[in-house]
């Protein structure tokens, strides 16, 4: 299983622990299924249009993403926690995700 498989394996038996409604988006732009698990609790799409990523956000508590730099300005545009996990590989993500940690 690739290190992105277990990430989703993870967090889907995190989610599975937690009140509340969660929503994951994966972010592969040719995927546009939608899945829904947990009795309704857990839902997980493969990817997002602009307007339902903004309306999801708008309405978390706490969002979990990687550290990208849009995904940042969108957590400070609309004053939301998160929670950021920079992409192996990618040092911008890193030294975001470090400089950032103590506001999110």
């Known amino acids: 299983m690739n290190t992105k498989n277990l990430l989703l394996v993870n967090f ?3 989610a599975k622990k937690l009140p509340g409604k969660k929503v994951f988006i994966l972010g592969n732009a040719k995927d546009e ?3 829904v698990l947990e ?3 857990i839902e997980i799409y493969g990817s997002a249009s602009y307007e339902l990523k903004q309306d999801l956000f708008n309405r978390a508590k706490c969002v979990v993403s990687r550290s990208g730099y849009t995904t940042i300005m969108d957590l400070i545009e609309l004053d939301k926690a998160g929670f950021l996990i920079p992409t192996p590989g990618q040092t911008e993500q890193e030294y975001w995700q470090n400089i950032l940690k103590i506001v999110f």
């Open 39 to 41: 009795n309704g609790t």
């Open 12 to 14: 889907l038996e995190q």
């Open 33 to 35: 299924t939608k899945q």
